[in-house]
Protein backbone atom coordinates (compact mmCIF):
# COMPACT_ATOMS: atom_id res chain seq x y z
CA UNK A 1 0.00 0.00 0.00
CA UNK A 2 1.17 3.33 -0.70
CA UNK A 3 2.41 5.03 2.45
CA UNK A 4 -0.24 7.71 3.86
CA UNK A 5 2.46 10.90 4.42
CA UNK A 6 -0.35 13.29 5.98
CA UNK A 7 0.26 14.40 9.46
CA UNK A 8 -1.84 16.71 11.82
CA UNK A 9 0.22 19.45 10.86
CA UNK A 10 -1.09 22.05 8.80
CA UNK A 11 1.21 22.72 6.15
CA UNK A 12 0.98 25.55 3.45
CA UNK A 13 -0.36 23.38 0.32
CA UNK A 14 -3.42 22.20 3.03
CA UNK A 15 -3.65 26.37 3.49
CA UNK A 16 -4.80 26.21 -0.26
CA UNK A 17 -7.18 23.96 0.15
CA UNK A 18 -8.81 25.31 3.26
CA UNK A 19 -8.73 29.04 1.73
CA UNK A 20 -10.58 27.20 -1.69
CA UNK A 21 -13.30 25.81 1.44
CA UNK A 22 -14.23 29.00 2.82
CA UNK A 23 -14.46 30.47 -1.06
CA UNK A 24 -16.96 28.08 -1.97
CA UNK A 25 -19.25 28.74 1.06
CA UNK A 26 -18.94 32.12 0.09
CA UNK A 27 -19.61 30.88 -3.47
CA UNK A 28 -22.82 29.37 -2.75
CA UNK A 29 -24.09 31.90 -0.67
CA UNK A 30 -24.21 34.78 -3.31
CA UNK A 31 -25.31 31.35 -5.77
CA UNK A 32 -28.17 31.51 -3.51
CA UNK A 33 -29.11 35.16 -3.35
CA UNK A 34 -28.55 35.28 -7.45
CA UNK A 35 -30.69 32.61 -7.70
CA UNK A 36 -33.49 34.90 -5.60
CA UNK A 37 -32.65 37.49 -7.94
CA UNK A 38 -34.35 35.02 -10.72
CA UNK A 39 -37.96 35.20 -8.78
CA UNK A 40 -37.94 38.55 -7.10
CA UNK A 41 -36.27 40.73 -9.82
CA UNK A 42 -35.08 43.76 -8.19
CA UNK A 43 -34.21 42.17 -5.11
CA UNK A 44 -31.78 44.07 -2.93
CA UNK A 45 -31.23 46.53 -6.09
CA UNK A 46 -29.36 49.34 -4.28
CA UNK A 47 -26.76 47.79 -2.63
CA UNK A 48 -26.23 43.93 -4.01
CA UNK A 49 -28.02 43.81 -7.42
CA UNK A 50 -27.54 40.84 -10.19
CA UNK A 51 -24.75 42.99 -11.85
CA UNK A 52 -22.69 42.42 -8.29
CA UNK A 53 -24.02 39.42 -7.05
CA UNK A 54 -22.86 37.16 -10.29
CA UNK A 55 -19.22 38.10 -10.19
CA UNK A 56 -18.99 37.21 -6.41
CA UNK A 57 -20.40 34.09 -7.00
CA UNK A 58 -18.69 33.13 -9.98
CA UNK A 59 -15.89 34.41 -9.17
CA UNK A 60 -15.38 32.77 -5.78
CA UNK A 61 -16.49 29.53 -6.71
CA UNK A 62 -13.60 30.06 -9.82
CA UNK A 63 -10.89 30.34 -7.31
CA UNK A 64 -12.48 27.47 -4.86
CA UNK A 65 -11.80 25.20 -8.29
CA UNK A 66 -8.27 27.45 -9.25
CA UNK A 67 -6.95 27.87 -5.43
CA UNK A 68 -7.90 24.03 -4.20
CA UNK A 69 -6.41 22.64 -7.50
CA UNK A 70 -3.24 24.01 -6.78
CA UNK A 71 -3.07 23.41 -3.37
CA UNK A 72 -3.87 19.52 -4.60
CA UNK A 73 -1.19 19.43 -6.55
CA UNK A 74 1.38 21.13 -4.34
CA UNK A 75 0.42 18.15 -1.49
CA UNK A 76 0.41 15.30 -3.94
CA UNK A 77 3.44 16.53 -5.41
CA UNK A 78 5.35 16.76 -1.90
CA UNK A 79 4.33 12.96 -1.66
CA UNK A 80 4.86 11.62 -4.43
CA UNK A 81 8.47 13.34 -4.47
CA UNK A 82 8.87 12.06 -0.79
CA UNK A 83 10.97 15.39 -0.45
CA UNK A 84 10.10 19.05 1.39
CA UNK A 85 9.75 21.77 -0.96
CA UNK A 86 12.37 24.03 -2.31
CA UNK A 87 11.01 27.23 -1.22
CA UNK A 88 9.14 27.94 1.81
CA UNK A 89 9.31 31.25 1.35
CA UNK A 90 8.25 31.26 -2.00
CA UNK A 91 5.01 28.79 -1.52
CA UNK A 92 4.33 31.35 1.48
CA UNK A 93 4.42 34.06 -0.66
CA UNK A 94 1.96 32.52 -3.29
CA UNK A 95 -0.63 31.75 -0.76
CA UNK A 96 -0.41 35.29 0.50
CA UNK A 97 -0.60 36.90 -2.81
CA UNK A 98 -3.85 35.10 -3.86
CA UNK A 99 -5.13 34.82 -0.68
CA UNK A 100 -5.20 39.02 -0.39
CA UNK A 101 -6.21 39.25 -4.17
CA UNK A 102 -9.01 37.53 -3.95
CA UNK A 103 -10.11 39.34 -0.84
CA UNK A 104 -9.34 42.51 -2.81
CA UNK A 105 -11.55 41.46 -5.41
CA UNK A 106 -14.49 40.01 -3.27
CA UNK A 107 -14.63 43.98 -1.61
CA UNK A 108 -13.93 45.81 -5.20
CA UNK A 109 -17.25 44.10 -6.16
CA UNK A 110 -18.99 44.62 -3.52
CA UNK A 111 -18.14 48.36 -3.19
CA UNK A 112 -19.50 48.08 -7.18
CA UNK A 113 -16.12 48.64 -8.73
CA UNK A 114 -15.58 46.87 -12.13
CA UNK A 115 -13.51 47.03 -15.39
CA UNK A 116 -12.91 43.81 -16.51
CA UNK A 117 -14.58 41.20 -18.16
CA UNK A 118 -17.33 38.64 -17.80
CA UNK A 119 -16.12 35.77 -15.46
CA UNK A 120 -12.94 38.10 -14.25
CA UNK A 121 -15.03 41.67 -14.35
CA UNK A 122 -11.95 43.06 -11.34
CA UNK A 123 -10.13 45.78 -11.65
CA UNK A 124 -7.35 44.34 -14.36
CA UNK A 125 -4.73 45.61 -11.86
CA UNK A 126 -5.68 43.26 -9.40
CA UNK A 127 -4.35 40.57 -12.29
CA UNK A 128 -0.91 41.60 -11.78
CA UNK A 129 -0.86 40.01 -7.82
CA UNK A 130 -2.13 36.87 -9.67
CA UNK A 131 0.13 36.50 -12.39
CA UNK A 132 3.28 37.16 -9.83
CA UNK A 133 1.85 34.35 -7.65
CA UNK A 134 1.29 31.87 -10.29
CA UNK A 135 4.92 32.98 -11.75
CA UNK A 136 6.78 32.02 -8.30
CA UNK A 137 4.24 28.83 -8.25
CA UNK A 138 6.07 27.83 -11.74
CA UNK A 139 9.87 28.64 -9.99
CA UNK A 140 9.03 26.83 -7.13
CA UNK A 141 6.74 23.81 -8.50
CA UNK A 142 10.25 23.03 -11.06
CA UNK A 143 12.53 23.42 -8.63
CA UNK A 144 10.66 20.85 -5.98
CA UNK A 145 10.15 18.41 -9.01
CA UNK A 146 14.05 18.71 -10.30
CA UNK A 147 13.45 16.27 -13.26
CA UNK A 148 10.62 15.31 -15.92
CA UNK A 149 12.40 12.41 -16.58
CA UNK A 150 10.78 9.22 -16.39
CA UNK A 151 7.28 10.85 -14.30
CA UNK A 152 4.23 9.08 -13.84
CA UNK A 153 1.09 11.35 -16.00
CA UNK A 154 0.02 13.13 -13.32
CA UNK A 155 3.55 14.77 -12.99
CA UNK A 156 2.92 16.24 -16.33
CA UNK A 157 -0.33 16.65 -15.97
CA UNK A 158 0.45 19.32 -12.90
CA UNK A 159 3.35 20.78 -15.29
CA UNK A 160 1.47 21.20 -18.90
CA UNK A 161 -1.70 22.88 -16.27
CA UNK A 162 0.51 25.25 -14.52
CA UNK A 163 2.62 26.24 -17.32
CA UNK A 164 -0.53 26.42 -19.89
CA UNK A 165 -2.68 28.41 -16.89
CA UNK A 166 -0.16 31.72 -16.88
CA UNK A 167 -0.13 31.20 -20.79
CA UNK A 168 -3.68 31.30 -21.09
CA UNK A 169 -4.50 34.08 -17.94
CA UNK A 170 -1.69 36.86 -19.48
CA UNK A 171 -3.81 35.93 -23.00
CA UNK A 172 -6.91 36.79 -21.52
CA UNK A 173 -6.16 40.31 -20.98
CA UNK A 174 -4.56 40.98 -24.52
CA UNK A 175 -7.42 43.35 -24.81
CA UNK A 176 -5.99 46.00 -22.31
CA UNK A 177 -4.15 46.71 -25.48
CA UNK A 178 -5.92 48.39 -28.13
CA UNK A 179 -4.44 46.68 -30.93
CA UNK A 180 -5.90 43.62 -29.47
CA UNK A 181 -9.22 45.52 -28.57
CA UNK A 182 -9.75 47.68 -31.77
CA UNK A 183 -11.09 44.13 -33.85
CA UNK A 184 -14.04 42.86 -32.19
CA UNK A 185 -13.63 39.14 -34.00
CA UNK A 186 -10.57 38.98 -33.08
CA UNK A 187 -10.99 40.34 -29.97
CA UNK A 188 -13.90 38.30 -29.10
CA UNK A 189 -11.68 34.79 -30.70
CA UNK A 190 -8.90 35.82 -28.24
CA UNK A 191 -11.10 35.85 -25.41
CA UNK A 192 -13.32 32.93 -25.78
CA UNK A 193 -10.10 31.37 -26.96
CA UNK A 194 -8.07 31.73 -23.41
CA UNK A 195 -11.32 30.86 -21.74
CA UNK A 196 -11.25 27.28 -22.72
CA UNK A 197 -8.03 26.95 -22.38
CA UNK A 198 -8.04 27.93 -19.17
CA UNK A 199 -10.34 25.61 -18.43
CA UNK A 200 -8.35 22.70 -20.31
CA UNK A 201 -5.61 23.91 -17.88
CA UNK A 202 -7.05 23.77 -14.11
CA UNK A 203 -8.93 20.57 -15.35
CA UNK A 204 -5.14 18.75 -15.83
CA UNK A 205 -4.52 20.23 -12.47
CA UNK A 206 -7.61 18.21 -11.12
CA UNK A 207 -7.25 15.49 -13.53
CA UNK A 208 -3.42 15.02 -11.95
CA UNK A 209 -4.72 14.86 -9.00
CA UNK A 210 -7.77 12.50 -9.37
CA UNK A 211 -5.15 10.05 -10.92
CA UNK A 212 -2.84 10.51 -8.31
CA UNK A 213 -5.69 9.80 -5.63
CA UNK A 214 -6.86 6.81 -7.33
CA UNK A 215 -3.75 4.89 -7.52
CA UNK A 216 -3.12 5.79 -3.89
CA UNK A 217 -6.45 4.83 -2.37
CA UNK A 218 -6.31 1.63 -4.45
CA UNK A 219 -2.36 1.22 -3.48
CA UNK A 220 -0.48 0.52 -7.12
CA UNK A 221 0.54 3.01 -9.70
CA UNK A 222 -1.86 1.13 -12.46
CA UNK A 223 -3.44 4.21 -13.99
CA UNK A 224 -0.68 6.62 -13.53
CA UNK A 225 1.51 4.80 -16.15
CA UNK A 226 -1.03 3.14 -17.90
CA UNK A 227 -1.74 4.25 -21.96
CA UNK A 228 -5.10 4.95 -21.16
CA UNK A 229 -4.14 7.57 -18.86
CA UNK A 230 -1.38 9.09 -20.83
CA UNK A 231 -4.21 9.03 -24.00
CA UNK A 232 -6.11 11.28 -21.07
CA UNK A 233 -2.96 13.30 -20.89
CA UNK A 234 -2.79 14.21 -24.75
CA UNK A 235 -6.14 14.62 -25.29
CA UNK A 236 -6.16 16.91 -22.68
CA UNK A 237 -3.24 18.90 -24.26
CA UNK A 238 -4.76 19.29 -27.50
CA UNK A 239 -8.04 20.22 -25.95
CA UNK A 240 -6.47 22.78 -23.79
CA UNK A 241 -5.30 24.00 -27.43
CA UNK A 242 -8.08 23.73 -29.70
CA UNK A 243 -11.45 23.44 -27.02
CA UNK A 244 -12.27 26.92 -27.35
CA UNK A 245 -13.67 26.13 -30.94
CA UNK A 246 -17.12 25.28 -29.48
CA UNK A 247 -17.06 28.76 -27.89
CA UNK A 248 -17.34 30.64 -30.96
CA UNK A 249 -20.36 28.91 -32.74
CA UNK A 250 -21.67 32.33 -33.75
CA UNK A 251 -18.29 33.97 -34.83
CA UNK A 252 -17.22 33.59 -38.68
CA UNK A 253 -14.91 30.98 -38.45
CA UNK A 254 -14.06 28.10 -40.41
CA UNK A 255 -16.69 25.33 -39.17
CA UNK A 256 -14.43 22.16 -39.35
CA UNK A 257 -12.32 24.08 -36.17
CA UNK A 258 -15.77 24.09 -34.30
CA UNK A 259 -16.76 20.57 -34.82
CA UNK A 260 -12.69 19.05 -34.60
CA UNK A 261 -12.35 20.95 -31.01
CA UNK A 262 -15.99 19.73 -29.87
CA UNK A 263 -15.27 15.80 -30.56
CA UNK A 264 -11.82 16.28 -28.89
CA UNK A 265 -13.50 18.09 -25.84
CA UNK A 266 -15.85 15.10 -25.26
CA UNK A 267 -12.89 12.07 -26.18
CA UNK A 268 -11.74 14.13 -23.10
CA UNK A 269 -14.91 14.12 -21.06
CA UNK A 270 -15.14 9.96 -22.04
CA UNK A 271 -11.54 9.10 -21.62
CA UNK A 272 -11.79 10.01 -17.33
CA UNK A 273 -14.77 9.06 -17.27
CA UNK A 274 -13.89 5.38 -18.14
CA UNK A 275 -10.63 5.45 -16.29
CA UNK A 276 -12.80 6.37 -13.05
CA UNK A 277 -15.35 3.38 -13.86
CA UNK A 278 -12.36 1.26 -14.77
CA UNK A 279 -10.78 1.68 -11.74
CA UNK A 280 -14.14 1.64 -9.52
CA UNK A 281 -14.40 -1.98 -10.83
CA UNK A 282 -11.11 -3.15 -9.86
CA UNK A 283 -11.25 -1.92 -6.22
CA UNK A 284 -11.54 -4.20 -2.94
CA UNK A 285 -14.71 -3.04 -0.33
CA UNK A 286 -12.21 -2.50 2.34
CA UNK A 287 -9.91 -0.04 0.30
CA UNK A 288 -13.19 1.52 -0.62
CA UNK A 289 -14.17 1.54 2.92
CA UNK A 290 -10.91 3.16 4.08
CA UNK A 291 -11.06 6.20 2.01
CA UNK A 292 -14.54 6.12 1.92
CA UNK A 293 -15.19 10.11 1.70
CA UNK A 294 -12.76 10.74 -0.83
CA UNK A 295 -14.17 7.24 -2.71
CA UNK A 296 -17.60 8.37 -2.83
CA UNK A 297 -16.90 12.20 -3.81
CA UNK A 298 -15.22 10.03 -6.98
CA UNK A 299 -17.87 7.98 -7.61
CA UNK A 300 -20.25 10.97 -7.55
CA UNK A 301 -17.96 12.80 -10.53
CA UNK A 302 -18.03 9.64 -12.13
CA UNK A 303 -21.49 9.95 -12.64
CA UNK A 304 -22.07 13.69 -13.52
CA UNK A 305 -19.12 13.14 -16.01
CA UNK A 306 -21.56 10.84 -18.37
CA UNK A 307 -24.80 13.07 -17.74
CA UNK A 308 -22.61 16.43 -18.81
CA UNK A 309 -21.47 13.89 -21.72
CA UNK A 310 -24.84 13.54 -22.71
CA UNK A 311 -25.56 17.54 -22.51
CA UNK A 312 -22.71 18.31 -24.26
CA UNK A 313 -23.62 15.59 -27.26
CA UNK A 314 -27.00 17.39 -27.41
CA UNK A 315 -25.60 20.90 -27.58
CA UNK A 316 -22.79 19.77 -29.40
CA UNK A 317 -25.27 19.85 -32.79
CA UNK A 318 -24.95 23.01 -34.47
CA UNK A 319 -28.46 23.50 -35.06
CA UNK A 320 -29.32 22.89 -31.25
CA UNK A 321 -25.95 24.85 -30.58
CA UNK A 322 -27.57 27.73 -32.13
CA UNK A 323 -30.42 28.01 -30.01
CA UNK A 324 -28.61 27.27 -26.59
CA UNK A 325 -26.63 29.95 -26.40
CA UNK A 326 -27.17 32.72 -24.13
CA UNK A 327 -30.15 30.37 -22.41
CA UNK A 328 -30.25 28.53 -19.16
CA UNK A 329 -28.70 25.36 -21.28
CA UNK A 330 -25.61 27.10 -21.51
CA UNK A 331 -25.74 27.71 -17.46
CA UNK A 332 -26.49 24.06 -17.30
CA UNK A 333 -23.45 22.71 -18.71
CA UNK A 334 -20.98 25.21 -16.80
CA UNK A 335 -22.90 24.84 -13.71
CA UNK A 336 -23.54 20.82 -14.43
CA UNK A 337 -19.38 20.49 -15.20
CA UNK A 338 -18.14 22.66 -12.56
CA UNK A 339 -19.92 21.36 -9.59
CA UNK A 340 -20.46 17.90 -11.19
CA UNK A 341 -17.31 17.42 -12.09
CA UNK A 342 -14.91 19.67 -10.40
CA UNK A 343 -16.03 20.36 -7.12
CA UNK A 344 -16.71 16.96 -6.57
CA UNK A 345 -13.51 15.83 -7.64
CA UNK A 346 -12.02 18.09 -5.69
CA UNK A 347 -13.54 17.41 -2.56
CA UNK A 348 -12.48 14.08 -2.84
CA UNK A 349 -8.89 15.42 -2.92
CA UNK A 350 -10.02 17.72 0.24
CA UNK A 351 -11.46 15.09 2.09
CA UNK A 352 -8.00 12.96 1.03
CA UNK A 353 -6.03 15.65 2.61
CA UNK A 354 -7.39 17.13 4.86
CA UNK A 355 -9.31 14.53 6.71
CA UNK A 356 -5.84 13.21 8.78
CA UNK A 357 -6.16 16.43 11.42
CA UNK A 358 -5.64 16.32 15.02
CA UNK A 359 -9.56 16.18 15.57
CA UNK A 360 -11.16 13.00 14.60
CA UNK A 361 -14.20 12.88 12.05
CA UNK A 362 -16.19 10.33 13.99
CA UNK A 363 -18.85 12.48 14.98
CA UNK A 364 -19.81 14.30 11.64
CA UNK A 365 -19.45 10.63 9.63
CA UNK A 366 -23.60 11.01 9.57
CA UNK A 367 -24.05 14.96 8.69
CA UNK A 368 -21.03 13.98 5.79
CA UNK A 369 -23.24 10.88 4.17
CA UNK A 370 -26.94 13.17 4.56
CA UNK A 371 -25.36 16.29 2.83
CA UNK A 372 -23.20 14.18 0.43
CA UNK A 373 -26.95 12.36 -0.93
CA UNK A 374 -28.31 15.99 -0.86
CA UNK A 375 -26.23 17.49 -2.79
CA UNK A 376 -26.14 15.27 -5.62
CA UNK A 377 -29.80 14.72 -5.51
CA UNK A 378 -29.94 18.52 -5.41
CA UNK A 379 -27.85 19.26 -7.95
CA UNK A 380 -29.68 16.85 -10.37
CA UNK A 381 -33.31 18.38 -10.05
CA UNK A 382 -31.19 21.97 -10.69
CA UNK A 383 -29.69 21.08 -13.54
CA UNK A 384 -33.02 19.43 -14.92
CA UNK A 385 -34.84 22.37 -14.11
CA UNK A 386 -32.29 24.68 -16.15
CA UNK A 387 -32.12 22.68 -19.10
CA UNK A 388 -35.93 22.64 -19.25
CA UNK A 389 -36.05 26.37 -19.03
CA UNK A 390 -33.32 26.78 -21.75
CA UNK A 391 -35.60 24.58 -23.88
CA UNK A 392 -38.39 26.46 -23.28
CA UNK A 393 -36.36 29.91 -23.91
CA UNK A 394 -34.97 28.28 -27.41
CA UNK A 395 -38.49 27.56 -28.54
CA UNK A 396 -39.32 30.85 -27.61
CA UNK A 397 -36.81 32.26 -29.50
CA UNK A 398 -36.96 30.09 -32.66
CA UNK A 399 -41.03 30.38 -32.50
CA UNK A 400 -43.15 32.29 -35.01
CA UNK A 401 -45.64 33.22 -32.87
CA UNK A 402 -45.26 36.84 -31.16
CA UNK A 403 -45.05 35.53 -27.35
CA UNK A 404 -44.36 38.22 -25.38
CA UNK A 405 -40.96 38.79 -23.60
CA UNK A 406 -43.02 38.98 -20.16
CA UNK A 407 -45.25 35.83 -21.33
CA UNK A 408 -42.11 33.82 -21.74
CA UNK A 409 -41.16 34.86 -18.17
CA UNK A 410 -44.26 33.87 -16.80
CA UNK A 411 -44.05 30.23 -18.89
CA UNK A 412 -40.07 30.03 -17.17
CA UNK A 413 -41.20 31.22 -13.52
CA UNK A 414 -42.42 27.44 -12.28
CA UNK A 415 -39.06 26.43 -13.24
CA UNK A 416 -37.14 29.05 -11.80
CA UNK A 417 -38.60 28.04 -8.70
CA UNK A 418 -37.60 24.13 -8.33
CA UNK A 419 -34.36 26.44 -9.57
CA UNK A 420 -33.89 27.95 -6.10
CA UNK A 421 -35.43 25.47 -4.09
CA UNK A 422 -32.92 22.71 -5.10
CA UNK A 423 -30.30 25.62 -5.33
CA UNK A 424 -30.76 26.07 -1.18
CA UNK A 425 -30.73 22.50 -0.78
CA UNK A 426 -27.75 22.23 -2.79
CA UNK A 427 -25.86 24.94 -1.08
CA UNK A 428 -26.75 23.26 1.75
CA UNK A 429 -26.01 19.37 1.39
CA UNK A 430 -22.17 20.95 0.23
CA UNK A 431 -22.06 23.08 3.26
CA UNK A 432 -23.01 19.87 5.31
CA UNK A 433 -19.72 17.98 3.91
CA UNK A 434 -17.84 21.25 3.46
CA UNK A 435 -18.16 22.37 7.42
CA UNK A 436 -16.40 19.30 9.15
CA UNK A 437 -13.61 20.19 7.03
CA UNK A 438 -13.02 23.28 8.06
CA UNK A 439 -14.06 23.14 11.55
CA UNK A 440 -11.47 20.73 12.12
CA UNK A 441 -9.08 22.35 10.22
CA UNK A 442 -9.16 25.35 12.36
CA UNK A 443 -9.50 23.71 15.53
CA UNK A 444 -6.34 21.94 15.24
CA UNK A 445 -4.90 25.56 14.03
CA UNK A 446 -6.28 27.52 17.07
CA UNK A 447 -5.81 24.70 19.82
CA UNK A 448 -2.75 23.09 18.51
CA UNK A 449 -2.21 20.81 21.33
CA UNK A 450 -5.23 19.49 21.76
CA UNK A 451 -4.16 15.65 19.38
CA UNK A 452 -6.88 13.48 19.88
CA UNK A 453 -6.11 11.22 16.97
CA UNK A 454 -3.03 11.02 14.72
CA UNK A 455 -4.69 8.99 12.13
CA UNK A 456 -8.06 9.80 11.11
CA UNK A 457 -10.42 6.88 10.65
CA UNK A 458 -12.01 7.80 7.16
C1 LIG B 1 -19.80 24.75 -5.97
C2 LIG B 1 -20.93 25.18 -6.40
C3 LIG B 1 -21.17 26.05 -7.60
C4 LIG B 1 -20.37 26.28 -8.69
C5 LIG B 1 -18.99 25.69 -8.98
C6 LIG B 1 -21.08 27.20 -9.57
C7 LIG B 1 -20.60 27.69 -10.77
C8 LIG B 1 -21.21 28.65 -11.53
C9 LIG B 1 -20.71 29.16 -12.80
C10 LIG B 1 -19.41 28.72 -13.47
C11 LIG B 1 -21.59 30.10 -13.25
C12 LIG B 1 -21.49 30.91 -14.55
C13 LIG B 1 -22.43 30.28 -15.55
C14 LIG B 1 -22.33 30.86 -16.94
O1 LIG B 1 -21.99 32.02 -17.12
O2 LIG B 1 -22.60 30.12 -17.89
C15 LIG B 1 -22.66 30.19 -12.28
C16 LIG B 1 -23.75 31.04 -12.37
C17 LIG B 1 -24.79 31.08 -11.46
N1 LIG B 1 -24.95 30.26 -10.36
FE1 LIG B 1 -23.65 28.88 -9.70
N2 LIG B 1 -22.30 27.49 -9.00
C18 LIG B 1 -22.39 26.81 -7.80
C19 LIG B 1 -23.48 26.79 -6.94
C20 LIG B 1 -24.62 27.53 -7.10
C21 LIG B 1 -25.79 27.48 -6.23
C22 LIG B 1 -25.95 26.56 -5.03
C23 LIG B 1 -26.69 28.39 -6.73
C24 LIG B 1 -28.08 28.74 -6.29
C25 LIG B 1 -28.69 28.46 -5.30
C26 LIG B 1 -26.10 29.02 -7.90
C27 LIG B 1 -26.70 30.00 -8.64
C28 LIG B 1 -26.16 30.61 -9.75
C29 LIG B 1 -26.78 31.70 -10.48
C30 LIG B 1 -28.12 32.36 -10.16
C31 LIG B 1 -25.91 32.00 -11.55
C32 LIG B 1 -26.11 33.10 -12.61
C33 LIG B 1 -26.70 32.52 -13.84
C34 LIG B 1 -27.04 33.61 -14.84
O3 LIG B 1 -26.19 34.43 -15.17
O4 LIG B 1 -28.21 33.64 -15.28
N3 LIG B 1 -24.85 28.46 -8.09
N4 LIG B 1 -22.41 29.29 -11.25
Redesign the pocket.
Known amino acids: MMEQLNNDKITTPKLFILSGLFL?VI??LF??I??FQ?IIPGLFKESLSFERV?PL??SS??F??IITAVGGAWTYLLEHTQKKVFSVFLIKTQLILFVFTFLAIIVSYLLGIFGGREYWEFPPLLALPIVLGWILFIINFIKTLKSLKHQPVYVWMWFTGTVFFLFTFLESYLWVFPYFRNNVVNDMTIQWKSYGSMVGSWNMLIYGCSIFLMDKISGNKTYARSNIAFALYFTGLFNLMFNWGHHIYLLPTHNFIKHISYLVSMTELFIIGRIIYKWNSTLTETKKNFYRSSYRFLAAADAWIFLNLLLAILMSIPAINLYTHGTHI??AH??GT??GI??MLLLAIAYDTLSNSCYSFEPYKKLMKNGYWIANFSLFVFWIALIIAGILKSKWQMSEEQVSFAEMKEMLKPYFYVF?GA??T??TG?IMVIFPLIKNQVLCIINPQMKEIKKSEL
Open positions: VGLGVGSYRHVVIWITVTMTINTVGILAL
